[in-house]
């Protein structure tokens, strides 16, 4: 029964696509039942991180001390690694990347149990304790729903790549009810191109996910603040200062991230690996509580509490004494957040680092402010420099200042910092920027040149799947062939190269007709003259794993028209600079049609 009523369900998906005839009016259609779906995964996704911990683990962290406070986390840990071992099979974690990957590598293809399975093993490892975020997991169900609809439909590889972008754009419009940071966020981490057929689809998949988020959780979402104070004018030196000092910590974050998860990497008992990470993370929640979970429940203290030392005294219990106890307490859950966020990634669970990113940038406002306050006797307001430098350190991160801005706006649900966001957010940009040219996200794509950008001839070049305009129907000579054998294979070819193999296929040279036109004639010499004699060496050669953009620069760096391909060092054909370009014409039109 379940299936005739899934079967029946797809069958009436499919008939949308003959009914509308109009294939723009099918992607505004397309992105408003993404952006439902999206909506409707994070709320799940979000209410099952709070009812596993409120179910297992209520009533643990009110304080510092207490076993179970290392046992949960490792707990949530090990359920996270059997459910990916066995149930998955496949690793999940690092959403966003993965998102990344498949766009530029898999065609926007997204495996359909990414659907699911991200929200199971993310809510067992946030829901215990991990110290992790929900958002890079419910980007990656966002974007595997509308992958998976857009192929579902038989769509091109830019329409699923829209609908990919959809679903991501809903996630994060469902997660923090703003529908416009979902859209930046879109755009500039994804790096989807800019255009009013995109725009107005990620419109409706980013309002329509943050309505429904809306209307099942109303204000409760992650977290949610209304700005008391405005902008003043005579702190806009010390924002731009918080900016230099959130990039330092961006820098800080991403590079602590990225060395202390090859570190786990190195590790390859999965066991061993799991019990190292749960045991480090649950020996800083037990001197640290604040670093259990998501982390949002401390940065609402931060905003709501009135002065360093009742802050200490809510954040951190009786440890937080006086004020240089408390700065070096704040110090400490600033440095080693990273290092909880790392060990429980690294353990094998399954989490983002958007909200451990959000909750450093939160602790670096206000250490920051705090600091200040103290030590030149004035009176910043925390919560605006707490708002401010979790822009600034997202920026860093991501790399992604408009995202960065507007989040923080929407959340804080005005403009009145909006200034100082923006301030902030580009200095900490710029800052991190100067010395880390990717985001964390993109360094390991990057650095195997398998990440796409705006650069949408690049983007292009990199897709083609040039391999399909390999001509094979060159006739081949052998190098101890004589003038003779070459030119009775030249009257039966209509083409003037001709690839010199040996017995076992493996290229030696070419010889081209221009070169033996002038000897052809010469009968006398038809037994004396090798091929081996005649051919030349191609200036270069390409191996059919390379990629498009890779082929084209052979062709750039040589100038040649046509350039021999190889198989692992065999010989499979040759590829015309001229088949090259007509491939690359045909699917940029796919790129560039509105």
């Known amino acids: 029964m379940q299936t005739t009523w899934k079967a029946l369900i797809l069958r009436k998906l499919r008939q949308l696509k003959t009914f509308f005839t109009d294939q723009q009016t099918l992607i505004y259609l397309l992105s408003f039942v993404v952006g439902l779906a999206s909506a409707l995964a994070a709320v799940l996704m979000k209410n099952a991180i709070h009812f596993t911990h409120e179910l297992f683990t209520q009533g643990v962290m009110k304080g510092a001390g207490g076993i179970l406070s290392v046992a949960y986390p490792l707990f949530g840990i090990f359920l996270t690694v059997l459910v990916v071992k066995y149930l998955v099979r496949e690793n999940i974690s690092h959403g966003v990347s993965r998102v990344l990957y498949a766009i530029s590598r898999r065609k ?60 991501a754009a809903g996630a994060i ?90 570190l786990y990497k190195k590790i390859k008992n999965r066991w061993i690996r799991m019990l190292i990470g749960g045991s480090v993370l649950g020996g800083l929640i037990y001197f640290l509580p604040a670093l259990y979970g998501e982390g949002y429940e401390t940065v609402m203290l931060l905003l709501n509490t009135d002065g360093s030392l009742a802050t200490g005294a809510a954040v951190f219990g009786e440890m937080a004494s006086g004020f240089w106890a408390f700065a070096g307490l704040m110090a400490a859950l600033l440095l080693l957040k990273v290092v909880a966020t790392a060990s429980t990634n690294g353990a094998g669970g399954v989490g983002g680092i958007v909200a451990p990113t959000l909750f450093t940038g939160g602790v670096a406002g206000f250490f920051f402010c705090s600091m200040i306050n103290h030590i030149f006797g004035l009176s910043l307001i925390d919560s605006s420099f707490t708002l401010t430098a979790m822009a600034g350190v997202f920026a860093a991160v991501l790399h992604a200042p408009l995202t960065a801005i507007f989040l923080i706006a929407e959340i804080t649900e005005g403009y009145e910092l909006l200034i100082p966001l923006i301030l902030t957010s580009t200095v900490a940009f710029i800052t991190s920027r100067t010395f880390q040219k990717h985001s964390i996200y993109t360094e390991q794509l990057a650095a195997s040149g398998e990440l796409i950008t705006h650069d949408k001839d690049k983007a292009v070049m990199t897709l083609l799947d040039w391999t399909k305009e390999v001509e094979k129907d060159l006739l081949t000579v052998s190098p101890d062939g004589t003038l003779g054998d070459l030119v009775k294979q030249i009257s039966k070819s209509n083409r003037n190269i001709f690839p010199v193999v040996d017995e076992f296929n493996i290229l030696e040279g070419v010889v081209l007709l221009d070169d033996v036109r002038d000897k052809m004639f010469n009968h006398e010499l038809y037994d004396k003259v090798t091929v081996r004699d005649l051919m030349t060496i191609p200036p270069s050669y390409i191996d059919l794993s390379e990629r498009g953009d890779a082929v084209l620069s052979a062709f750039e760096r040589t100038g040649a028209w046509n350039l021999p391909v190889l198989d692992r060092g065999q010989y499979v054909g040759f590829i015309s600079k001229s ?16």
Request: glycine letters at 10%; proline letters at 2%; hydrophobic letters at 50%.
């Open 108 to 167: 926007s293809y997204i495996k359909n149990h990414n659907s699911w399975s991200s929200i199971l093993a993310s809510s067992l490892t946030i829901g215990f304790g991990g110290s992790v975020g929900a958002e890079a997991p419910i980007v990656l169900t966002g974007a595997s729903i509308g992958s998976n609809i857009g192929r579902y439909f038989k769509l091109n590889y830019k329409y699923v790549t829209l609908l990919l972008g959809c679903g």
């Open 579 to 594: 088949r090259i370009f007509s491939a690359y014409r045909e699917l940029l039109k796919q790129f560039s049609e509105e």
């Open 173 to 262: 419009s469902g997660i923090f009810k703003a529908p416009i940071g979902g859209i930046l966020f879109t755009l500039e981490v994804l790096m989807l191109d800019l255009t009013m057929s995109s725009i107005v689809p990620l419109l409706i998949s980013s309002v329509t996910a943050a309505t429904v988020a809306f209307f099942f959780m109303g204000d409760n979402v992650l977290f949610s603040f209304q700005v008391k104070h405005g902008f003043i004018l005579s702190e806009l030196p010390w924002y731009l200062i918080l900016g230099v000092f959130c990039g330092v910590m961006g820098l800080y974050f991403t590079k602590a991230t990225v060395g202390l998860e090859k």
